[in-house]
């Protein structure tokens, strides 16, 4: 069964600083998923990672894709309070079979 | 009007009631997807639909069921719920066969089981 971690599950940081949010799972897949969630609000695709060694950057936030190590990576540079929501990685092998990290909880604080 | 569109956005039911649940994609895709989001437990599939086609039920008690009657819309009808079945419910949707499978979710509807 296909299982997925992430960590840390909260993350508080101060602006201005980098931090790495790391989601492992358990089995074979090649598609990974990167997902933002503000409060009472639904998910928002951010990165889709398809290949080994795939690296997608927007703004602060940069993804990478370790498929043999079965590890993704989400690294924030430079953190501003805007980046203050719960992240969650998601792990696909086909459309009908994504499972989703526990998420983590960033806030960013002055 | 684009996107994932879920209503109602808020529901409050008593255990006895029945209700449903509506999702709406204007994104030209075929595939839909009912998830429930509890605040103890990652994100749960329920259920998938292909082409108007259940594909998959991940054991979901049968007081859920799903309706979809054309590729963009899906319904969740809900019947004699528990308490523990509050929850947010978020419909999502995607390409389908041959895409990235990147889901696109609507903005979900917020389940409180009196």
């Known amino acids: 069964e296909l299982k997925v971690e992430q960590n840390p599950l909260f993350l508080s940081m101060q602006e201005g600083k980098n931090y790495t949010i790391y989601c492992n799972y358990s089995t074979t897949s090649d598609r990974l998923y990167w997902y933002r969630q503000d409060p009472g609000k639904s998910l928002e695709s951010l990165f889709v990672?398809?290949?080994?060694?795939a690296v997608k950057q927007e703004g602060r936030l940069m993804a990478s894709l370790d498929t043999k190590a079965r590890l993704s990576t989400l690294h924030i540079t430079a953190a501003v309070h805007d980046l203050s929501a719960t992240y969650f990685c998601?792990?696909?092998?086909?459309?009908?079979?994504?499972?989703f990290g526990a998420g983590t909880r960033l806030t960013v604080k002055p | 009007e684009t996107g994932v569109t879920q209503t109602p956005r808020h529901l409050v039911m008593g255990m006895t009631n029945k209700k449903s649940l509506k999702c709406e994609q204007h994104?030209?895709?075929?595939?839909m997807y009912w998830y429930k989001q509890s605040a103890k437990k990652p994100l749960e599939l329920m259920f998938v639909y292909s082409l108007e086609e259940r594909v998959e039920n991940n054991s979901v008690p049968s007081r859920f069921s799903p309706e979809c009657p054309n590729s963009s819309h899906l319904f969740l009808h809900l019947h004699t719920l528990q308490p523990e079945d509050s929850a947010l419910y978020l419909c999502?949707?995607?390409?389908?066969?041959?895409?990235?499978?990147?889901?696109?979710f609507g903005e979900g509807s917020r389940l409180t089981v009196l």
């Open positions: 990672l398809l290949s080994n060694g």
């Open positions: 998601a792990v696909g092998n086909n459309n009908n079979d994504m499972r």
């Open positions: 994104l030209g895709h075929n595939a």
């Open positions: 999502a949707s995607s390409p389908g066969q041959g895409g990235t499978g990147e889901l696109f």
